[in-house]
């Protein structure tokens, strides 16, 4: 949302906001662009008659004041997603969706993009080298769009991506996510069907073709969409190889092989073959928070936003096969609301085979603000199927693991907060 209000400041047009608190790179950003509420909190009053539109984030309640007030004025109000679709309505849409990886695959086809020299326009869910905003809306005849499931507002219970209709679509997975929305792994997996059921007859659908799950749901009732499946690009550690020629990158592990085929088969329907695109991919240095290197020396640390189980699994994965033989710490911290469901964390089983060190970090605090119950330490470990792996309530103790850690090779930590305040790497 910060970023949509830079854009649209930027492009002249008046913009104000509310919100309940504001910090980090946020509250930096907006400061800077002379966007920050003079108060946090919501009021009422700050809604009047003049406003064109009011853009309605998922974190407004229903019974938030100041929408109630919009309402009640009978404002034009849309959702986040559905003002994107406004503007992109006469472009070419290409939505990258999935449990895990669009992220990434959505900012490979950007970066793609950009070294070709193309004008397009963008949403996606982290910052990237070249890119100031992770948003941009302009005449421009593209957009690539981050999809996702989420629902899109408080009184628009639709999944976000279903608002983009695009023409050229990627689904990564369906590993089931969100669960305090979305109560079931079927209900989850319903998502991508509406969107499925969303597109324009002969739309470009890839998808995952190693997924069993993916298989049924992208042949299911798709007749009219032109659907094709992916299974990866051949390679070791950060080397590719296509069509007999090496490719040399700076991004690692089977799963990104897989966003990375999912997003040259996108560039080659815009018109760039698969050479150009993968030479283009040799200076890609990924997303911030996906692997990102936070420490190159001894030992080297990674920091990754991957939270879901299949998102950790994935990335301990990629990291074990960057480093063969090597000595491996991991750091896990229960952040969403998904990993502090009882019922959910089962699907963690396993993620720590094959680890030296393991640690699963819990801030209480963050299971307060949620109104849940602290999972216990023989939960989480009876969870995970490891006796072995530490619980740790407390920064001073996860300060101590990661302390303990730096005798080892490689260290990855693996979280979508803050780590509990703690401050690691250079």
């Known amino acids: 949302m910060h970023n949509l209000a ?105 970066h793609i993009l950009k070294e070709e020299g193309l004008d397009f326009d963008y949403l996606v869910g982290a910052q990237l080298d070249g890119f100031d905003l992770m948003v941009r809306l302009s005449d421009a005849p593209y957009i690539v769009i981050e999809g996702d499931e989420y629902l899109s507002s408080a009184i628009d219970r639709r999944p976000k991506f279903v608002h983009y209709e695009p023409q050229i679509a990627i689904i990564t997975g369906t590993a089931w996510d969100h669960a ?43 007749d009219t969409l032109d659907v094709n499946g992916y299974i990866g690009l051949t390679g070791e550690g950060t080397n590719v190889i296509h069509e007999s020629i090496d490719y040399q990158l700076q991004i690692f592990g089977h799963h990104n092989r897989k966003n990375l085929h999912a997003a040259i088969l996108v560039a080659k329907e815009l018109g760039i073959n698969h050479d150009k695109a993968l030479t283009h991919m040799r200076s890609f240095k990924g997303a911030a928070m996906r692997q990102q290197i936070i420490q190159d020396s001894n030992p080297r640390i990674y920091r990754d936003f991957g939270h879901a189980p299949s998102k950790v699994r994935a990335t301990i994965e990629a990291v074990r096969e960057n480093h063969p033989g090597q000595s491996l710490g991991v750091v896990v911290e229960l952040h969403s609301y998904s990993s502090m469901l009882a019922d959910f964390i089962s699907l963690y089983a396993g993620v720590f085979d094959g680890v030296d060190r393991a640690a699963v970090c819990v801030d209480k605090h963050a299971f307060t603000i949620k109104k849940m119950p602290v999972l216990t330490q023989e939960q989480i470990q009876d969870a995970f199927r490891s006796t072995d792996c530490q619980v740790l309530f407390e920064s001073e103790s996860l300060e101590a693991f990661v302390e303990d850690c730096l005798q080892l090779d490689v260290v990855l930590l693996l979280s979508s907060g803050n780590l509990m305040g703690v401050e690691v790497g250079e």
């Not at 109000?77 to 070419?92: C, N």
């Open 180 to 222: 305090n929305v979305f109560p079931t792994e079927e209900v989850y997996k319903e998502q991508y069907s509406q969107f499925l059921s969303s597109l324009e007859p002969g739309s470009k659908v890839f998808y995952d073709a190693t997924d069993l799950a993916l298989i049924d749901l992208a042949h299911d009732d798709t």
């Open 6 to 110: 830079i854009a649209l400041h930027r492009d002249g047009n008046v913009v104000s906001g509310s919100d309940d608190v504001i910090y980090g790179i946020s509250h930096q950003k907006l400061s800077r662009e002379g966007l920050l509420p003079s108060e946090f909190g919501w009021d009422a009053s700050r809604i009047t008659s003049d406003l064109d539109l009011i853009i309605l984030g998922m974190h407004a309640k229903a019974d938030n004041p100041e929408l109630i007030k919009a309402q009640e004025l009978g404002l034009t109000i849309q959702s986040f997603p559905e003002f994107i679709a406004s503007k992109s309505a006469d472009k070419t849409r290409i939505v990258v969706a999935g449990s895990h990886g669009k992220t990434t695959t959505t900012s490979m086809i950007m």
